[in-house]
């Protein structure tokens, strides 16, 4: 893509995404939608500052919001991140193997390229188990006029960390050293499960507080 993924239109983005383009794919719908739940947790900081009922939590409250500011940037920056790691992968595919020395060095590629696809959505899950812990904070002590937008935001973020885990995973079903195939699959295990518990709890608290 020619263009930042930060600088489309929704429509645009979605254009994209549904297009037969290999990029944008999984990986950066997952951090978008993971950055538009630090938004939604930015909008609850806003509503809950210069609260007087929430003075007593108001400098965390803004530390939060600019912590989750900043993780929304990274994310949207790490869905151009992604496209960008799968085009090595994607000429990758398409090397010659006709004789020993092209099988040879397509699989050398091959592996190359597959461990810098799984780069971008590791980070991802990095910076979705920190922002979904921030946003689970926020339910806990920001605005109650907002707790549900706090809990949509905890709900996108369980369901992106559990989307972008698959490209982990799909790639490093591929990889011929099976070492590091599998501690990346542990790492990603625990990050995702990280993130998707903080979010849960976040979501079903939301949950019960206002059914």
């Known amino acids: 893509m020619s263009e930042r993924i930060a600088d489309l239109t929704i429509g645009g983005f979605g254009e994209a995404l549904s297009s037969k383009a290999p990029v944008p794919g999984g ?26 009922r929430y003075a007593d939590v108001e400098v965390r409250v803004r530390e939060i919001a600019e912590r989750l500011d900043a993780l ?23 090397l010659p193997k006709t004789t020993d020395a092209e099988r040879a060095r397509k699989a050398e590629v091959m592996e190359a390229a597959l461990r810098r696809a799984c780069e971008p959505p590791m980070a991802i899950l990095e910076r979705i188990a920190e922002a979904a812990a921030l946003v689970g904070e926020l339910a806990r002590i920001g605005s109650r006029i907002a707790v549900s937008d706090a809990g949509a935001g905890a709900a996108l973020l369980a369901a992106a960390a559990r989307a972008v885990s698959l490209n982990v995973y799909i790639n490093a079903r591929s990889m011929a050293d099976r070492g590091y195939a599998e501690d990346l699959v542990a790492r990603a295990d625990s990050l995702v499960a990280r993130a998707a518990e903080l979010g849960d709890v976040a979501y079903e608290q939301v949950r019960e507080e206002i059914r």
């Open 27 to 52: 990986g950066g719908a997952s951090s978008v939608a993971a950055a538009v739940g630090c938004s939604l947790g930015c909008m609850v900081a806003s509503l809950t500052v210069g609260k007087k």
């Open 72 to 94: 929304r940037d990274e994310l949207l920056a790490l869905a151009d991140d992604d496209a960008e790691a799968f085009e090595p992968l994607s000429r990758a595919y398409g």
